[in-house]
Structure formats: structure tokens, C-alpha cells
């Protein structure tokens, strides 16, 4: 999903040594796929979302993850289906504009890796979910100079546990949703920001 789908809000001090991202929107990818009468796994993807994080790599734990989505930015690549998805039926745009995940804890599970668990609101239902992310690198890019971090990541949620339950003889319930993710280091703190 893209506009979790992950603004950063964080709900503790800020640690010494964490780093403020912003998700470049170019590039990070909120996809999702799900079962079409199970010939095939069709792919959809959100167009418009912000969001922000808190990270230390050397610190896994303490990251912090806030992503507001724009519902009606859904697109399926087929301008039939993409209005059928952002109506009453499925996402409900007009009356649920927003989606948003924000972070609960993170749990380490390797050295460039961790469990992400969270709460994600959709059609004005909040559920938890567990994000399974893996860090890939961070560096300085070689043309915008601009310091990145980049993560890759995926769930899968079930769609009915949210009220989405139209068509579900046709259209699969579980939802597997695929993060490629970008975030441009803003700042970082000192302990000044402490």
C-alpha cells in the first residue's frame, strides 16, 4: 500500500545517537498483492503517503516508525478497478482518507534485521501487525550527496479483521503487503535534543 501503509511520531526521549528520516516518496514502494479467484496474485500499490523514522543502527531497538497513507491514492493499474477499490467496498476513501501504522516496539531477530510490531488503522480500525524488516544499507548518495538509509520489508494482514470483507469468494482475504523503503537522514540528535 502507498501515500505502513509508515509521519514519525516518537513517544519516548530521543536516545543519543538515533537519526531522524524522512521517507523519500520517490523511492520506497507501498505494494500489496492478493489472490484474484487464485489464477493469480494481483498487485496494487499507494501512489501518495509521508512518514518518518527514528533510527540507530547500532541500536535496532530504539527505532521508532510513524507512515500516514492516502487512500484514495490506490492504484491497480487498471482504471476500473482502481475505482472499485477506493469505494465504499473496499478502502472507503471518502469517508477513511487516511491509513497509518505507527510503530509499538521493534524486536531484533539478526544483525541487520528486526520484527517491527505496530498498529495499523484502516477503514477506522486499528489492529496490530508485525512488519518484518531487514536493514540494507546506509551511506551517502553518490549524486544528491544526501545521507540514506534504505530497508526492505513485508507483512501479511487479513483484510476481513479490518471490515474489508466484500467479495471475499472472489478476492483473497490475506493481504500481503511488500515495503521498499528509502528514508533521508534529516538530522541527527545530539544530546542538546535530549
Known amino acids: ?37 487464485g489464477f493469480s496474485n494481483s498487485q496494487g500499490e499507494f501512489l501518495k503517503f509521508d512518514g518518518e523514522l527514528m533510527f540507530d543502527e547500532n541500536r535496532f531497538s530504539a527505532t521508532k516508525v510513524t507512515v500516514t497513507i492516502d487512500a484514495d491514492s490506490v492504484d491497480m493499474d487498471d482504471d476500473k478497478w482502481t475505482a472499485r477499490l477506493k469505494g465504499r467496498k473496499y478502502f472507503n476513501a471518502e469517508n477513511h482518507p487516511k491509513i497509518q501504522f505507527v510503530s509499538t516496539r521493534v524486536e531484533p531477530t539478526a544483525s541487520r534485521s528486526a520484527d517491527v510490531f505496530g498498529d495499523l488503522t484502516l477503514l477506522g480500525v486499528t489492529r496490530p501487525v508485525a512488519l518484518q524488516m531487514s536493514f540494507n544499507r546506509a551511506g551517502r548518495h ?22 474489508m470483507t466484500s467479495d471475499l469468494k472472489w478476492v483473497g482475504d490475506e493481504v500481503h503487503i511488500r515495503l521498499e523503503v528509502e528514508g533521508i537522514l534529516e538530522h541527527k540528535l545530539d544530546s542538546s535534543q535530549q
Not at 526521549?13 to 500489496?32: N, S
Not at 538509509?149 to 479483521?161: L, N, Q, Y
Open 142 to 163: 553518490p549524486l544528491s550527496q544526501k545521507y540514506i538509509a534504505g530497508f526492505s520489508g513485508h507483512t501479511v494482514i487479513k483484510r476481513s479483521e479490518f471490515g
Open 1 to 37: 500500500m502507498r501515500s505502513l501503509l509508515f509521519a514519525v511520531i516518537v513517544y519516548s526521549a530521543p536516545i543519543l545517537g538515533q537519526e531522524l528520516y524522512r521517507l523519500d516518496t520517490v523511492h520506497t514502494q507501498i505494494l500489496f498483492f492478493v489472490s484474484h479467484l
